[in-house]
């Protein structure tokens, strides 16, 4: 996307200008049928105009376009991020306006980029670089879940190919555990002979689990680089029943993206989703989660209530009551998240501004 394109009759056209430089309005080249004659001044590649839902223009690449710098400049980007907290302070959504004025005020909005509509570095908790010393929990969580993603699919893919494997290499296999089966496959001599079918899938398995192995070691090291940063930022919170490295990363990583959210436990609880919002309806009288905020916070306190609700007594006794009370399994689930976000919040405070976190039993 741009501010600037080449139109086969008209040259270089500005998006951003009334007459687009060139003497003509913005529905010559955005409303025609069929679509005006407008290319990439970088690559050459077919562009169209385009309006943003706050009334930005801006021209875009066709599809199947070349990589170019004009194509993926940042501050184009960057403009219609602006958009949204710029929009939010407005009350919402803009109406489409036809003034050229309104247009203009819009756009000087964003280019000028004021106290409002300045983007805020996504680092993880500002104290965090600080604190830490040598990364923030962001970078250590990209690191592991570039891992993540290829380490499933590749324990999957052992088990799928010995679903398929000759009987005997079939039978040998099946019933190992992963940890038995991936040792085993990786200690394994299965020949030369790449004409026999059953040597090709244990040489193919053994790659794999290679493979496997390989993946392991790397999440292993981000885990423990993961650790050392929390232990250092906030101290108290992998202390917490259910907490690991993975969500304890992930909540440090939501409450440094947005630090004006931990004013109060109540916003805090809004941007990880976990705050009540009422359906009631007539004499029904219920709640239901938000659906708004930070997807991936509210993965993680949902990882954090199944662990708890398997292994911490406290969460299991507290299910058993609810259960008899008659509430239903989402409705437990919003008042365990609930409280862990509420557990999660005074760890997080104390961590940041240096007091001492709360016991466990608080």
């Known amino acids: 996307m741009a501010f600037t394109a080449v139109h086969a009759e008209r040259g270089t056209v500005f998006a951003h200008l009334p007459d687009l430089g060139c003497g003509r309005s913005w529905e ?51 403009l219609l991020k602006l958009e949204l907290p710029d929009r939010h302070h407005r009350g919402g959504p803009t109406r489409p306006s036809s003034s050229p004025s309104g247009r203009e005020v819009r756009l000087h909005r964003c280019l000028c980029r004021g106290h409002r509509c300045t983007l ?38 052992i088990k799928s190919l010995i679903i398929t494997a000759p009987t005997a290499v079939r039978e040998a296999l099946r019933s190992l ?12 001599r299965p020949g030369t002979d790449l004409a026999e079918p059953a040597t090709a899938v244990k040489v193919a398995l053994k790659r794999l689990a290679k493979r496997y192995r390989h993946l392991s070691e790397e999440i292993t090291d981000a885990d423990a680089d993961l650790r050392v940063l929390i232990t250092r930022t906030a101290p108290g919170l992998l202390a917490l029943p259910g907490v690991g490295t993975e969500t304890a990363g992930q909540l440090l990583v939501t409450a440094g993206d947005n630090p004006d959210r931990l004013a109060s436990e109540a916003s805090f609880a809004h941007l990880c989703t976990a705050a009540p919002v009422s359906v009631s309806s007539g004499r029904t009288d219920r709640h239901r989660l938000n659906r708004g905020g930070d997807r991936q916070a509210n993965r993680a306190l949902h990882t954090i209530v199944l662990v708890r609700m398997r292994h911490d007594p406290r969460t299991r006794d507290y299910v058993a ?42």
Do not use: W
């Not at 680092?123 to 879940?145: K, L, M, S, V, Y």
């Not at 555990?177 to 394994?188: I, M, Y």
């Open 28 to 78: 010559a080249v955005g409303k025609t049928q069929p679509s005006a004659p407008l290319t990439c001044d970088e690559c050459r590649h077919p562009m169209y105009a385009k309006t943003s839902r706050s009334d930005l223009r801006f021209f875009a690449h066709a599809p199947c376009a070349p990589t170019c710098a004009l194509g993926l400049e940042s501050v184009a980007h960057h």
């Open 321 to 362: 009551r609810r259960t008899l009370e008659g509430l239903k399994t989402k409705d437990i689930f919003r008042c365990l998240k609930r409280f862990v976000a509420r557990e999660v919040y005074r760890h997080l405070t104390s961590a940041f501004s240096g007091a001492p976190g709360p016991s466990l039993t608080a």
């Open 177 to 188: 555990t992963t940890t038995e089966l991936v040792r085993r496959l990786a200690a394994s």
């Open 120 to 157: 805020r570095p996504r680092h993880g908790h500002p104290e965090a670089p600080r604190r830490c010393g040598r990364g923030n929990p962001r970078t250590a969580r990209g690191t592991r879940q570039c891992c993540q993603g290829p380490h499933t699919q590749t324990i999957n893919q």
